[in-house]
């Protein structure tokens, strides 16, 4: 919205400013995080009337859960979109089709979202760990995500048709230390765009069982992919790393930079121990507009190094159930595996720290293929 200032540059020099993603990604992320901070208090006390008794707590869980976390609000997701959505449209490039990436994903955070709130109102209102049915949440996600793939492609074609990329890339695949190969994969994009999305989101989801265990890992992958989008939308950059340039994507800074800001303002309520818990309705949403981003930019696969704890976690679930439907036994304590670790002794403190530095570590990795081509 501010961008359009940049139209009366000519009268006022220091409006430029607007033209800049730099500038205008910062002050996505001060935005957000004054907004967070502003109105955090006022969302966690309604939502503490709201639902009185706060998140249901597994009682297959572990047992100090039920001490520690029993009557905290849940829902606090929607601080961060709120924050994130309001900053991002004040901030970003909304025209077509140089927000087009922006708009496709806040399409896939907000659907992803409510998806989410709807989850979490059905624990709430029935005092059930059971949402509603996973096949349907299921569905419903894939079909947000199909949509914005289409999307994505249409905007890479418009983007061709302005004679700004020389040839459209979305459908394609780009494999990292490899500069010149990008097999098309066709209408089959719009199955594999979709899984990336779909298994981002649920997988953030999965993490979020810890006091601040989410959110951090999610800001750090957000940052990366910051850099990213801001690499692979410019033809300089990109042409540097020899990685794809996709145009329109470095708008994405500026998401990316509310998102931040938004989770650092979060992160202050959410702190161990927490006033409020993010819920399906800011897990799915951060994870989905990490996939989403991360197949605009070309980046598909490096997301699997960035969001490494984010895979860990859904693996160790997928593992844990097929053992024992196979075998009848468990190979962890408890899934997903940071309550494996609580099982084993570790402080919940010691668990969040921990894995908060394994997504640093990974995201310098997946900083690093940006070069070594």
């Known amino acids: 919205m501010l961008y359009w200032l940049t139209e009366f540059s000519y009268l006022f020099g220091p409006l430029n400013l607007f033209r800049y993603i730099t500038f205008r990604a910062a002050g996505a992320a001060a935005t957000a995080l004054f907004f967070v901070f502003f109105f955090g208090p006022n969302i966690i006390a309604a939502l503490r009337l709201k ?40 901030w970003a490039r909304l025209s077509w089709p140089f ?19 709807y989850d979490d109102y059905l624990k709430v209102t029935k005092q059930s760990h059971k949402g509603f049915s996973g096949r ?8 947000v995500a199909v949509i914005a793939c289409i999307a994505m492609v249409m905007i890479n074609n418009s983007f061709v048709a302005l004679h700004v990329a020389s040839a459209p890339i979305q459908t394609h695949l780009a494999i990292p230390f490899v500069k010149d190969f990008l097999p098309d994969l066709g209408i089959f994009f719009f199955a594999f765009g979709a899984f990336i999305i779909v298994a981002s989101g649920n997988a953030v989801n999965l993490t979020d069982g810890l ?16 850099i990213i989008a801001y690499a692979a939308g410019n033809l300089i950059f990109s042409s540097y790393l020899g990685i794809n340039y996709v145009p329109g994507t470095g708008e994405l800074f500026i998401v990316c930079g509310a998102m931040m800001g938004a989770g650092l303002g979060f992160l202050w309520f959410n702190a161990p121990p927490a006033q409020i818990f993010m819920g399906d309705t800011g897990s799915l949403a951060l994870g989905g507009l990490i ?37 009848g036994k ?37 900083l690093a293929t940006l070069k070594v081509r």
């Open 51 to 90: 639902q009185g008794k706060g998140q249901p707590i597994r009682e297959d869980g572990p047992a100090s859960h039920l001490l520690t976390k029993k009557g905290t609000p849940t829902m606090g997701g929607l601080m961060i979109l709120a924050g994130t959505i309001v900053s991002t449209l004040l």
């Open 99 to 117: 927000g087009g990436y922006v708009w496709t994903t806040l399409f896939v955070t907000i659907g992803f979202g409510a998806i989410g709130f």
């Open 136 to 143: 349907a949440r299921l569905g419903c996600e894939t079909l």
């Open 211 to 226: 006091d601040g265990l989410a959110i951090v890992p999610s800001m750090i992958a957000a940052g990366t992919f910051a």
């Open 291 to 327: 996939g989403t981003i991360a197949v605009a930019v070309k980046h598909e696969i490096v997301l699997a190094v960035v969001g490494g704890l984010f895979v860990l976690e859904a693996l160790s679930v997928i593992v844990q159930v097929a053992s024992f439907k196979l075998t």
């Open 330 to 366: 468990r190979v962890f304590r408890m899934a997903p595996i940071h309550h494996h670790f609580e099982q084993l002794g570790w402080s919940e403190s010691q668990i969040v720290v921990r894995f908060w530095i394994i997504s640093f570590v990974l995201a310098l990795v997946g």
